[in-house]
Every structure is written in structure tokens, then in C-alpha cells.
């Protein structure tokens, strides 16, 4: 009985956390932890309420040796609760059952879809094989773009042939170079023929300007999306790319103002590679018909629900409850003594929100909008009415928040608090000697502003951890290059981080620089300093493997500087009293006379220098500041570690994986005096 009723209780336990992380959860669905739990609950459902329902039958389990599919559960499930609950004596019974069996008919028939979705995927050269055929297709292109006097054939601005969509078996042909579209199909512009940007971007006529410019960037993004699968295929795709598509990239660097569209470029980029690794969303475009089959089985599903909801209203049957459109229902009673308690009915989740939100998955995602862009530019010779291009418009124009990968946030960390937080979880965190609290903060579009310029002075991928900044400023920032040639780039951090919060101290933000009631010069310096300077103390402490330093040295040295700064802050009694120039002449001192660390000493004179230049006027300092921000984070963006960054990818997104992305794309894959370090592989399905 107790292990019955146990077994009750967990049960809805587990329903209620896979209904409610699977619909309400999405957008924390990165997190290690939800993914853990939402796992656990996944796996432990079926063999707990398949042990509740066959102790209740009374009846001895199937045993099946070595098979745990989720097919066999559900239907082993299914019929130990129709058993039980429907014992079968008349044609009334047999209605019952149809109406049960209905939706579960309907959810098998999505599981054979999704199974024959992921075959055809897995086989096919757009999607699993991909790879492969971009390698070869970008080494063709690269071999005939340029004249046999080797000069380019095209203008720098102009739209390279990258590969959109298509790619169908009888379109390509295996040769020496790998697979390559056959010369009459990969040039041809007829309808299902292979959609190439050039093309995409002849399409003025087709669509408004207002829905074709995003459009174009879209397609864009799933272009350069397939060529960052084939980095993740280890393939040595800077050899293999046309000079053309880093030109145009490069064109598209080098306009102003055009920060947001680049970035928004690169999100879209990134979102196209996690649906492919993360989410069963792609493989449903492996076949034209395979969304139109997805949507209409909700649809179906959808009806079912409604037409039982009818069908039992008017029939005034009381077996349900017209109102009820739960997913998953629990009824909780107690038997002892053959005398039964009166039952507790407790509902999970929604049918039409999880039906809703599966048919606008299809609807308003991006690779449906690449889809139908890709038909229109097959079909641009053809009359489309004005109806169907006006519905086309508006579905393209769409966005849905819920399908938004990066949030476009960045963690804060900082290793110096001089009135530390005296909360219960920051007590806890302490005494677990667990890493510096983080929070997330939207990115401040004077960072992107700042990244952008830092970008385009490296075309020539001479990229540098501040010292070209520093150069810049002549005497006054040679007096600062010392403080660049550290071990390391996470040494170098560190000790620029210390010296920032020194200047922060000193001159802390104000609320009328935040509301603007006094306008102040060069504000967005402070902001792009102390941002970038929290972030990339964020990396070293959560996220080391990103950095090119090796991430065990990484970390012990946070360690080894965390166990100093709270030696050398126990001595502090900075107080809300105290002035800022107090504050920042006690904090100088403490690390002066108590830090034993070499970065706390050497941050502490690197904070001495900058204050120094305040002399000349806050916002030179803050200037200087924001520069050399900038360009660390474009320096240590470029890395091999492909792995650290499709976990970044998973948990939604990191600022250093964009960035890492957009040199990529414009042809930057490591830092001066490094080799790539990419080699091909023959592995083209990941």
C-alpha cells in the first residue's frame, strides 16, 4: 500500500515537471539543470506509472529483455491502462476505447514521422551530408571565380553563389573534390534547382523592400550557417572559401551603422546551427511535404479534442468534463480493506497550448521563412496574385520571441566588492568556496558599436590583446604596455579587470548618467568599459574553455586570486559613509600593503597609472578603457575549441561565441603566429 501510494505521488511529481518544463520551460531549456531534471522525469515516468497500473491490475508485467523504445513503453503502457480502467463488455466500452485510443493513435503517428524525418535527413545532402557537399560545392566555386589571369571575375560587394538550399541526389556528382553540383544543374535558375545567394539577392521584385531586406539576411545567415557546420565537421574551411564570400562579408563589415543588422546576422546563424544540433525542427524540412504532415496532425489533434468536447456536452455524458483539455490527468485514491477514499482528480498541463505552440514552431520558424523564400526565388518568374503575397509578407515578417536564441545578455562577474552582500545564498556561496556570483545584463549597443570598429581595423587578422589601442595613445598608453605582456590572456584580464573596478571606485556610475537628466561627453566609454571588463571576468570564472589558455590553469588561477582578494578584503572596512575617494584610497592601500598575489599587486599599480590619467579628464581614461576592452575580446574570440562552444551554443548563446562566429565568417580563425589547427576529416554527418 505505502509503496503504491508512493509510487501515486511520484508519478504526478514526474507529470507535472515534463509538462510544465516542456511547455513553460523553454526558454530555460539551455540550462544544465533543466535539461537534467526534464530527463530524469522523461525516463522515470513510463516504468513508474507501468508499475502503478500493473500492481493495481493485479496482473504480472511483460518482460522484454534488452528493449527500453520508447514505442514498446508507450504501447505496453497504453494497454495495461485500458486494461484496467476499461475492462471490455459491450459496444459502449468499445467507443470508450476508440475515443482513448484516438489521441494515442495520433501521437504514434507523429513518433513514424519524426523517425522517417530523421532517415531522409540523416541520407540526404541538404541536411546530414551536408558538409560534404559544401566543401566540395565552396572548392569548385573558389577554383572559378577568378579569371585566368587570376583576377576576380566579380566586384568585392558582389553577392557570392554561397549554397542556400537544394542540393537534391540527382543535382550533385561525386569527383575528385567531393560531392559538386553536375554543371547543368548548379548554374541552372528553374524552378527546384539549387537557391544560391546571388540569386536571393535579384529578388527585388518579388517582395516589398520592407519584408525582402530581412529576408535576404536571413538566407544570409543559413548560408553561413552551413559553412559553420562544416567548421564543426573539421573541415579547413577558410582554405576551401571562395575570396568572394569573404569579401562581400567584409562589405557588409564595413558599413556604417550597420552593427545591429551584423549581429542580428550572426544570432540568426548561431539559432540555425543549435535547431540542428539541439532540436528535431530541422530534419522535418528534409522533405517539402514533412511540415505540411507535421501541422497537420496537430490540426487533428486539435479537432479530436474539440469534437470530444462537443460530442460529450450534447450527449450529456458525465464521464468528462467538457472544461477538461489537460494533458495528463492523476486521479489519487486509497483502497485498504476492500473500502475505497474518495478520489482526488489533478490535472497537467494544456492540449491546446502544446498543440498551439507545436503548429506556430512550424509556422513562424525560420527555416520556414528560408523555405518559402527559396520557393519564391525558383518561382520569380511566375504571377503571384496579390493575396498570396500579401499572406507570404506577413508570415515572413513575423517574429516570435519564443523561437529567439540568444537573448542578446551577458554575464557580470567582479572579483572586488567592497561592501559585499551579506544574503543567505551569497553566505552559502562563500563557505562552499563556490565562483563569484553572476547576473546577466542586456549587451548595450555601444558594446556592439565598439566590437564592430575593433573588427574592421583587423581585416588583415593582425588582432592584438590591447596593445594596438595602446600604441594610439602615444606616451601615455607606452606606459601602460606593460601591463599586456603577462602570461597569459587570462593573466592579462585579471589584471586589467582589478584596475578597472580601481577607476570604478573612484568614479562610480551615477543615476543621472543612467536617465540622462545631465548629459556627460563620452558616457558610453564607461559603459562599454566596466561591461566588457565584468564580462570577461564572467568567462575566466564560468566559462575558462572558451579562453585560449588552458582551462584547468584558468581556473586554478581564479582560484589562487579569489583566496587573495578575500585575504586582503577581510582588512577592509569601506563603508556607504565613505566617499568614493576614500573608498578607492582604502581599497589602493589594502592591496599595497595585504596582496600577495602578482595580479592584485600588479592591479592595483595599473589602477594607480590609470587614475593618474584623470588628470587629463575622466573620460580619456574611460576612453583608453573602453578600447582595450574591445579589443581583448575580439582577441581571445578565435579558438579550436569547438566543443566549449556548441555547450555555449546550448545554454543560449555567449557574446565571445558571436564574435568568435563573425571572424569567422570574415575570415579571421586564430591569432597571429597561431595555425588553425582544423584538419579535414571524412566525418561529414555530426
Not at 585579471?494 to 543612467?514: G, S
Not at 590619467?613 to 573620460?619: A, F, N, R
Request: proline share 4%.
Amino acid at each position: 500500500m505505502w509503496l503504491m501510494n508512493s509510487l501515486l505521488l511520484i508519478s504526478a511529481v514526474l507529470a507535472g515537471v515534463i509538462v510544465g518544463i516542456g511547455i513553460y520551460g523553454q526558454r530555460y531549456s539551455h540550462h544544465r539543470c533543466t535539461r537534467f531534471i526534464f530527463l530524469g522525469a522523461t525516463t522515470l515516468f513510463l516504468p513508474v506509472i507501468s508499475t502503478v497500473v500493473s500492481m493495481g491490475a493485479g496482473n504480472s508485467a511483460l518482460f522484454i529483455p534488452k528493449r527500453d523504445m520508447l514505442l514498446v513503453q508507450g504501447v505496453w503502457t497504453f494497454y495495461l491502462g485500458i486494461s484496467y480502467v476499461i475492462p471490455v463488455t459491450g459496444g459502449f466500452d468499445l467507443i470508450i476505447i476508440a475515443l482513448e485510443a484516438t489521441p494515442f493513435a495520433l501521437t504514434c503517428a507523429k513518433m513514424v514521422l519524426k523517425y522517417y524525418a530523421y532517415e531522409k535527413a540523416r541520407q540526404s545532402f541538404a541536411l546530414g551530408r551536408n558538409p560534404h557537399l559544401i566543401f566540395g560545392y565552396m572548392k569548385q566555386q573558389s577554383l572559378q571565380e577568378t579569371s585566368h589571369d587570376g583576377e576576380p571575375m566579380v566586384a568585392e560587394d558582389a553577392p557570392p553563389p554561397l549554397l542556400v538550399m537544394g542540393g537534391e541526389k540527382r543535382h550533385v556528382e561525386k569527383q575528385p573534390l567531393g560531392y559538386v553540383f553536375k554543371d547543368d544543374s548548379w548554374t541552372t535558375s528553374h524552378s527546384n534547382g539549387p537557391v544560391t545567394i546571388d540569386r536571393v539577392w535579384r529578388m527585388d521584385n518579388v517582395l516589398p523592400t520592407s519584408t525582402l531586406k530581412p529576408q535576404k539576411d536571413l538566407c544570409l545567415s543559413f548560408a553561413l550557417f552551413k559553412l559553420l557546420r562544416c567548421r564543426f565537421a573539421r573541415y579547413k574551411v577558410r582554405t576551401a572559401a571562395s575570396k568572394g564570400t569573404f569579401s562581400f562579408f567584409w562589405s557588409l563589415l564595413l558599413k556604417d551603422g550597420e552593427h545591429d543588422r551584423v549581429f542580428l546576422v550572426i544570432s540568426d546563424e548561431l539559432s540555425f546551427l543549435h535547431d540542428y544540433y539541439y532540436s528535431s525542427l530541422p530534419i522535418s524540412y528534409s522533405k517539402y511535404w514533412l511540415p505540411v504532415a507535421g501541422i497537420l496532425i496537430s490540426l487533428l489533434s486539435i479537432a479530436y479534442c474539440c469534437a470530444l468536447m462537443i460530442t460529450v456536452t450534447l450527449a450529456g455524458v458525465l464521464l468528462y468534463d467538457p472544461s477538461e483539455r489537460d494533458q495528463i490527468g492523476c486521479t489519487v485514491f486509497c483502497i485498504r480493506d476492500q473500502l475505497m477514499t474518495n478520489t482526488m482528480y489533478k490535472e497537467y498541463g494544456n492540449w491546446y497550448l502544446e498543440l498551439v505552440r507545436d503548429i506556430a514552431t512550424y509556422i513562424y520558424s525560420n527555416w520556414t521563412k528560408v523555405a518559402v523564400t527559396c520557393h519564391l526565388v525558383n518561382h520569380a518568374s511566375s504571377q503571384h496574385s496579390l493575396l498570396k503575397k500579401k499572406w507570404i509578407g506577413l508570415l515572413l515578417r513575423c517574429r516570435c520571441k519564443l523561437m529567439k536564441h540568444w537573448d542578446e545578455k551577458i554575464g557580470q562577474c567582479t572579483m572586488l566588492e567592497i561592501r559585499p552582500r551579506t544574503t543567505l545564498p551569497v553566505l552559502l556561496r562563500r563557505l562552499l568556496h563556490l565562483p563569484d556570483h553572476e547576473r546577466k545584463v542586456k549587451v548595450p549597443a555601444a558594446v556592439k558599436v565598439c566590437i564592430m570598429e575593433v573588427v574592421r581595423s583587423t581585416r588583415n587578422g593582425d588582432l592584438s590583446n590591447g596593445t594596438a589601442s595602446l600604441r594610439c595613445r602615444g606616451q601615455v598608453g607606452e606606459r601602460l604596455l606593460w601591463a599586456c605582456n603577462n602570461k597569459s590572456a587570462s593573466y592579462t584580464i585579471l589584471t586589467w579587470h582589478i584596475a578597472t573596478i580601481i577607476l570604478e571606485v573612484r568614479y562610480p556610475h551615477r543615476l543621472d548618467q543612467e536617465q540622462g537628466s545631465c548629459p556627460i561627453p563620452n558616457t558610453d566609454y564607461k559603459i562599454i568599459a566596466t561591461h566588457l571588463s565584468r564580462y570577461s571576468a564572467y568567462l575566466v570564472t564560468w566559462c575558462p574553455e572558451l579562453l585560449p589558455d588552458d582551462d584547468a590553469w584558468s581556473k586554478s588561477l581564479y582560484e589562487d586570486v579569489k583566496k587573495d582578494v578575500e585575504h586582503v578584503l577581510a582588512g577592509c572596512t569601506a563603508g556607504d559613509s565613505l566617499t568614493p575617494e576614500a573608498n578607492c584610497q582604502q581599497l589602493i592601500e589594502v592591496l599595497n600593503a595585504d596582496a600577495k598575489h602578482e595580479v592584485l599587486k600588479e592591479g592595483a599599480r595599473l589602477g594607480k597609472q590609470l587614475l593618474a590619467l584623470v588628470v587629463e579628464g575622466e573620460d580619456t581614461a574611460w576612453k583608453l578603457l573602453a578600447e582595450f576592452w574591445s579589443e581583448m575580446i575580439v582577441y581571445v574570440a578565435p579558438s579550436d575549441n569547438l566543443k566549449g562552444h556548441s555547450e555555449a551554443i546550448a545554454r543560449g548563446g555567449e557574446l565571445i561565441t558571436l564574435v568568435w562566429v563573425l571572424l569567422f565568417n570574415a575570415g579571421i580563425v586564430s591569432r597571429p603566429g597561431e595555425d588553425d589547427g582544423v584538419a579535414p576529416t571524412s566525418a561529414g554527418v555530426v
